[in-house]
């Protein structure tokens, strides 16, 4: 599925664990919510090639190449696209402890 540049379904994006991204992968988890959109996708280095065919093949398949880059911007949309509380009952199975509202008070 990677070749396909597709996400393999046993490498879960929107999850609770560092994950790999592919190109199209990563466009969807930051277009999510519509607090960014991706402009521009470029690529750069294409392994075992030589400099002169990398450069040609990372222009021909950016997304292929072992460098990506997004060209990202943010849309006039309020909040924060990185909300525990919201990546939390959205994108996880995990339960996260996100602290305590009071203080812990200690009898000594």
Excluded: W
Excluded at 2 to 17: K, M, W
Excluded at 20 to 42: C, H, M, Q, W
């Amino acid at each position: 599925m990677l070749l396909l540049g597709e996400q393999p379904s046993c490498i879960e994006v929107l999850s609770s664990h560092v994950r790999g991204f592919t190109a199209p992968s990563f466009k969807r988890f930051i277009e999510t919510d519509g607090y960014f959109n991706v402009l521009e996708t470029r690529g750069s280095n294409f392994y075992p090639f030589p400099s002169s065919v990398s450069k040609y093949l990372s222009k021909l398949f950016p997304t292929l190449s072992v460098g990506i880059f997004f060209l990202i911007k943010r849309k006039n949309k309020n909040g924060k696209f990185f909300d525990a509380q919201r990546i939390k009952t959205r994108f996880t199975k995990t339960q996260y402890f996100s602290g305590d509202t009071e203080p812990i008070q200690e009898d000594l």
